[in-house]
């Protein structure tokens, strides 16, 4: 008869043991849905934000009469507004995003644009060699 008490006590403990552990486990997860909605909402305002500021920038550089081209460190376009693509012979190909900046040279460019490429395209790659080497020396000095 004692171990039947004794069976039925731990059967007890152990059944109030899960349920305040299933609690716990509940009230994490409801704090951790909390959480990810407010993720949500914040990452659907930033979304918003972003997508407003592009737009903003689409139109400024569309409706700019300057050549505006921005490539990445491989010299891949990722930018190139309608007064640049006519200044290098390429209006009506889109904005250029992903071309190589070789592929410029296809078009049929006036002399000074070529110049004007040409320059810009060295200094952007001296840029970026200086700015690998200094982090390179910068990283070995720590």
């Not at 486990?25 to 909402?41: G, N, P, S, V």
């Not at 921005?70 to 376009?77: F, G, K, Y």
């Not at 592929?103 to 395209?121: N, Q």
Request: charged share 25%; hydrophobic share 45%.
């Amino acid at each position: 008869m004692i171990e039947a008490w004794i069976l039925w006590l731990v059967g007890i403990a152990a059944g109030l043991v899960w349920y305040v552990h299933a609690a716990s486990l509940r009230r994490h997860l409801r704090q951790a849905e909390q959480q990810l909605k407010e993720a949500e909402q914040a990452r659907g305002e930033l979304e918003e934000r972003l997508t407003r500021r592009m737009r903003r920038l689409d139109t400024l550089l569309s409706t700019m009469s300057e050549a505006v081209m921005l490539v990445d460190r491989d010299c891949r376009v990722v930018v190139a507004n309608p007064a640049a693509m006519e200044m290098f012979g390429m209006a009506g190909t889109g904005d250029g995003r992903g071309r190589p900046r070789a592929s410029f040279h296809a078009g049929s460019w006036t002399a000074r644009a070529r110049a004007s490429f040409e320059s810009v395209t060295a200094s952007i790659s001296r840029t970026i060699r200086n700015s690998t080497t200094r982090r390179a020396i910068s990283t070995a000095g720590r």
